[in-house]
Every structure is written in C-alpha cells, then in structure tokens.
T-cell receptor, first 114, second 118 residues
Framework: DQQVKQNSPSLSVQEGRISILNCDYT??????FLWYKKYPAEGPTFLIS?????DKNEDGRFTVFLNKSAKHLSLHIVPSQPGDSAVYFC?????????????FGIGTKLQVIP | GAVVSQHPSRVICKSGTSVKIECRSLDFQATTMFWYRQFPKQSLMLMAT?????????EQGVEKDKFLINHASLTLSTLTVTSAHPEDSSFYICSAINRTPSGANVLTFGAGSRLTVL
C-alpha cells in the first residue's frame, strides 16, 4: 500500500512558466511533508517542507501548498528554470518509535525546456 | 548546512563477496541514520533504521543477516551487503536527520552508492 503517491511520472514545462508537482497521501498521521530534488546518480537534496498545521510555505521560487482535507500537497516552482530539471520526490513523515519515519513517493521527473 | 558523506560512490564486486558502504555525518551528530535502496524508476525504499549504540531496526522484507548495519559512533553508520548476488545490485542511499530552525526534521542524504554485483 503506497501511502504517498505521485501520479504523474513526468512533467514538461517551458522556461519561465510555472511548474506544479502534485502529491497525494493516505495516512492522516503524517505531520510533516517534504519535497526533495534528485539528479541522476546523486542522493536527494532537501528542497522545502511544510508542517501539517500549515497550508502554505514559501521559499523563494518554491511554494508548497497543503490541503489536509483532500490529503493533497503540491509544489509550485515559478518561474521554472532549466536547472530545475530533475526528479522531485514528495515525502511525508510521522513520529514512529521516537524518530521521524519518512515515506517517499515514486517521484516526478520535471523537464524545463529552454 | 548539514552534510552527509557516503563512500564509496560506486562499487563493482563479484557474486559471493561482501561490500561495505560507509555513511558519515560531517558536521553534526546523528543518533539515527537511515538506509534506503532505490531500484530504477522506483521510489526510495527504507531498508532499515540505524541507531547509535544499538541494533538496527529493519523494515519488513529486509534480511538483517544479508544487510548488516553497524552504527558505532554518532557520526558513522555502515551497511555491509554480505554474500552479494546480482539481484542486490542497486543504488543505496543513507541519510541522517537534521533539525531545521523551523523545527522540521529533515533528512539529509548522502550522495548514494551504486552497487553492481557481477
């Protein structure tokens, strides 16, 4: 049972436009949601997070929106740049046995076209 | 910012041999580290949680005798793939928890280790 779902395996966006990456989850116990960016053959890099008590968090060109009632979050990148081309993983965490257990989605490959 | 170093980045070994992968937190102490595995076009799958000074906690379906984890210090965890077979070929990634000023527990990842078993 996949608790964190990214239903779009890939997304292409023109440079300068907005990129919207979506993520759905099923476990209502998740208390933090995170987005990671990953280049091939590298480890994921933390991008932005949001607490379950908030509905929006913004950091520069990146904004994460959380809709708890719909169990849905999205990452907005605006304006998109070619260097944003990577795989984006949505992740959710819950306190389990004293530590934060993180569950990842399958990833969405973003391609920003110059 | 927090840095996690993972070594080696690539390793090729013969079937039946054992391979050790190291994960170090360079500028912070990590009482807990995590080991993930990623197959092509699949998500990062948590294999085990490594706790400093105690036994690792393995996820369901992960053989603890196959994937030996040692977390001997607050900055080092090792994953040993014992008697490796071609099906163990994968991308292994370690991570450690780093708490941000906002209070979020963020996983900082190593660069990953590509294991190829011939």
């Amino acid at each position: 049972d996949q608790q964190v779902k990214q239903n779009s395996p890939s997304l292409s966006v023109q440079e300068g436009r907005i990129s919207i990456l979506n993520c759905d989850y099923t476990n209502s116990m998740f208390d933090y949601f995170l987005w990671y960016k990953k280049y091939p053959a590298e480890g994921p890099t933390f991008l932005i997070s949001i607490s379950s008590i908030k509905d929006k968090n913004e950091d520069g060109r990146f904004t994460v929106f959380l809709n708890k009632s719909a169990k849905h979050l999205s990452l907005h990148i605006v304006p998109s740049q070619p260097g944003d081309s990577a795989v984006y993983f949505c992740a959710a965490s819950v306190n389990s046995g004293g530590y934060q257990k993180v569950t990842f989605g399958i990833g969405t490959k973003l391609q920003v076209i110059p | 910012g927090a840095v996690v170093s993972q070594h080696p980045s690539r390793v090729i070994c013969k079937s039946g041999t054992s391979v050790k992968i190291e994960c170090r937190s360079l500028d912070f102490q990590a009482t807990t580290m995590f080991w993930y595995r990623q197959f092509p076009k699949q998500s990062l799958m948590l294999m085990a949680t490594s706790n400093e000074g105690s036994k690792a906690t393995y996820e369901q379906g992960v053989e603890k005798d196959k994937f030996l984890i040692n977390h001997a210090s607050l900055t080092l965890s090792t994953l040993t793939v014992t008697s490796a077979h071609p099906e163990d070929s994968s991308f292994y990634i370690c991570s450690a928890i780093n708490r941000t000023p906002s209070g979020a527990n963020v996983l900082t990842f190593g660069a990953g280790s590509r294991l190829t078993v011939l």
